[in-house]
């Protein structure tokens, strides 16, 4: 039996999908009914922070799919970690044999905001003496569809990166790569990090969402100070926007330009490219970019 944390996420309900086309048992975890009755797959209802309710939902899992919990908030708590952390140990409390987590590339000790909460999560998944296995994925493209990308008070995308390329990589293809390590050979104590199949600048972005989209889409480029100005005007705590705009310079010298075979590898197919990722979310685009 698997369990899908994160199940109702971009990547997530990508997941129950696959794993229900792969006809594997999996129970997703869910806050309410309402958002498991939304699934249409068996589901139990639980919280990061309802230490019973994970007690719960593990009985009888010997795989767990480990996303989501908290985001890291402004004032440098980072509630991820404690939450994560506390489902390892139920995990292994539970009998769990393997687990796949969800990280970011560029995980590091005393990295910004979430590089530095994935890495302290990813220690403490390697010291458990659990199975692992850890996956590292790019930029998000459902970020230009969820609005997790930032936009001038016009409309603009706003690239804080000074042109730099990011190779963007599709949560359909993160969800592929868990599925197969969920359903099939355990391939424990390996690190994947998983990218699209060419690096993008916003202008290459904006370029083909104009294209498939019939209208200009357009994108401003900051500098880092300017950036920063920006997200403290929006009422954004001093710390938090300068740990924003720290990463934001290192992706600009290139810190997510490279690609990796690893979706293939693991999958067996090439990575969707953005302009697939345009087709499949046209429709979605056109709203969020009306």
Not at 82 to 100: H, L, M, N, P
């Amino acid at each position: 039996m698997i369990l899908v944390t994160g199940a109702t996420g971009s990547i997530g309900r990508q997941l129950v999908r696959d794993l229900r086309e792969r006809r594997v048992p999996f129970l997703a975890l869910v806050r309410s009914r309402d958002k498991g009755r939304e699934l249409g797959c068996d589901f139990t209802v639980g919280d990061f922070d309802d230490p019973g309710s994970i007690a719960r939902a593990l009985r009888g899992v010997d795989r767990l799919f480990l996303n989501a919990g908290g985001a890291v908030p402004a004032d440098g708590d980072q509630p991820m970690i404690r939450q994560q952390e506390a489902v390892i140990d139920a995990a292994k409390a539970a009998g769990v044999s393997q687990v796949v987590k969800v990280s970011v590339v560029g995980a590091r000790q005393g990295g910004r905001l979430a590089t530095g909460a994935h890495w302290r999560i990813e220690q403490h998944l390697k010291a458990s003496g659990l199975a692992w296995s850890v996956l590292q994925p790019s930029g998000f493209m459902q970020n230009f569809l969820t609005g997790a990308g930032a936009f001038t008070m016009d409309g603009k995308l706003i690239d804080g990166y000074g042109g730099a390329p990011v190779s963007y990589v599709d949560c359909h293809d993160i969800a592929a790569c868990a599925a197969v390590l969920l359903s099939g050979p355990a391939r424990p104590a390996e690190s994947f990090v998983l990218t699209g199949p060419e690096p993008l600048t916003y202008a290459d972005v904006t370029g083909k969402l104009s294209a498939a989209l019939g209208r200009t889409v357009e994108h401003v480029t900051l500098p880092p100070g300017d950036v920063a100005v920006a997200l403290k005007a929006r009422g954004l705590p001093a710390q938090f926007a300068d740990d924003i705009v720290a990463l934001g310079r290192e992706v600009a010298q290139g810190s997510l330009a490279a690609t990796t075979p690893a979706v293939h590898d693991l999958t067996g197919r090439a990575p969707r490219t953005f302009t697939q990722f345009i087709e499949v979310n046209r429709q979605a685009l056109q709203v969020a970019f009306s």
